[in-house]
């Protein structure tokens, strides 16, 4: 009898562990929330989600996200669209009371997000310019690439430009 006691006990608790474990931590709900709107916002002006995440391991440390838009830009173009996209997040992440204790470090800035655009891989010829295909900040760089298949190497994308994040900001805001 105290053994089918004690095997019932052992089950009942795992039971209620597993649907205790499985329940979304607060902070992952609310991080997930925040990407959730931004993504919502951006469909919403024709960007077609490529990944989304984070790290939320106790707090709120790295939000990450990817946006494709079928276009060509240019570097001032796509600078454009990055910055003020990347701004959107961090302001909603920021001015939002609830998220802000879940923050593993306040503000939430550039050094929090993996943020990236991609464009469509055109068709170059060897002497054209070839057009912006993917936007990324690394380090607090911002890096826009090319597709460039005379490179010779397995990746073809190429760096054409960089700058700070603070000197792309300080280019958006002055326009």
Avoid at 28 to 46: P, S, T, V
Avoid at 55 to 65: A, F, P, Q, R, Y
Avoid at 97 to 106: A, G, I, N, W
Avoid at 160 to 169: G, P, T
């Amino acid at each position: 009898m105290n053994i089918i006691i004690i095997v019932l006990i052992i089950v009942l608790s795992s039971c209620s562990a597993e649907s205790n474990s499985t329940r979304k931590p607060i902070h992952c709900k609310l991080g997930a929330d925040l990407l959730r709107d931004h993504i919502d916002d951006m469909e919403k002006k024709g960007y077609q989600l490529e990944m989304s995440g984070g790290g939320m391991c106790g707090n709120i440390k790295l939000l990450s996200i990817g946006f494709y838009l079928n276009n060509s830009p240019t570097v001032a173009e796509a600078r454009m669209i990055y910055v003020k996209s990347v701004e959107s997040l961090l302001n909603s992440v920021n001015k939002n009371p609830d998220v802000r204790k879940y923050l593993d470090s306040f503000p939430f800035s550039t050094k929090n997000l993996q943020y990236t655009f991609s464009f469509p891989f055109l068709e170059v010829q060897k002497y054209q310019d070839f057009p912006i295909v993917y936007v990324s900040l690394i380090d607090g760089r911002i890096l826009y690439r090319v597709n460039d298949p005379f490179t010779g190497s397995p990746n073809p994308l190429r760096t054409v430009y960089e700058e700070s994040y603070e000197d792309a900001l300080r280019i958006v805001n002055a326009e």
